[in-house]
T-cell receptor, first 116, second 113 residues
Framework: GDSVTQMEGPVTLSEEAFLTINCTYT??????LFWYVQYPGEGLQLLLK?????DKGSNKGFEATYRKETTSFHLEKGSVQVSDSAVYFCALIDFYSGGGADGLTFGKGTHLIIQP | DVKVTQSSRYLVKRTGEKVFLECVQDMDHENMFWYRQDPGLGLRLIYF???????EKGDIPEGYSVSREKKERFSLILESASTNQTSMYLCASSLGAMNTEAFFGQGTRLTVV
């Protein structure tokens, strides 16, 4: 079956540091890849997505590139802020060759803490 | 903006009770999902639905059922609540099979005592 593996943390960084959160996946079809973010006390929000190999998703200074050859979708940001403190989830949705799909498959989440 | 509304933020129920968690979306989305979120386990799919009166089992359907009588509403039912169902429950919706962005509600923190 499909699966997503990401570093679990917590990851603690100082403000303005460079961020990388690793994510790798296994899928049997043609997956689209996502990063969701969950701020304290809130539901999940889509941060960025990529729907095919070599696509780069970007939003709010975050980026991730869909690497089919390494089955990876690592999240990066050049300079983090205290307001980026949250839980980040890597996820995929796998499309079958006939066009159907199941729900999103999530990683376990990475708790990011940014210190001033 | 798409809004997904879960009826309760916090619930406390007794073991053996029948529990209903309600979710409503206001953007005419075809797909709706129920997940539970647990520390160290991430989000796990319980059930999903692609259309009215249609449901599919996710990864952990045991002990749960769902109902979708109207397009905008997707209910999760715990037939006989148990303490191991204490969790955060998240509802989500998305437009259709090829439009894959899912929108989430704020979650219901259920405690079974």
């Amino acid at each position: 079956g499909d699966s997503v593996t990401q570093m679990e943390g917590p990851v603690t960084l100082s403000e303005e540091a460079f961020l990388t959160i690793n994510c790798t996946y296994t899928a049997t079809g043609y997956p689209s890849l996502f990063w969701y973010v969950q701020y304290p006390g809130e539901g999940l929000q889509l941060l960025l997505k990529a729907t095919k190999a070599d696509d780069k998703g970007s939003n709010k200074g975050f980026e991730a590139t869909y690497r089919k050859e390494t089955t990876s979708f690592h999240l990066e940001k050049g300079s983090v802020q205290v307001s980026d403190s949250a839980v980040y989830f890597c996820a995929l949705i796998d499309f079958y060759s006939g066009g159907g799909a199941d729900g999103l498959t999530f990683g376990k989440g990475t708790h990011l803490i940014i210190q001033p | 903006d798409v809004k997904v509304t879960q009826s309760s933020r916090y619930l406390v129920k007794r073991t053996g009770e029948k529990v209903f968690l309600e979710c409503v979306q206001d953007m005419d989305h075809e797909n709706m999902f129920w997940y539970r979120q647990d520390p160290g386990l991430g989000l796990r799919l319980i059930y999903f639905s692609y259309d009215v009166k249609m449901k599919e089992k996710g990864d952990i359907p045991e002990g749960y059922s769902v109902s979708r009588e109207k397009k905008e509403r997707f209910s999760l039912i715990l037939e006989s609540a148990s303490t191991n169902q204490t969790s955060m429950y998240l509802c989500a919706s998305s437009l259709g099979a090829m439009n894959t962005e899912a929108f989430f509600g704020q979650g219901t923190r259920l405690t079974v005592v």
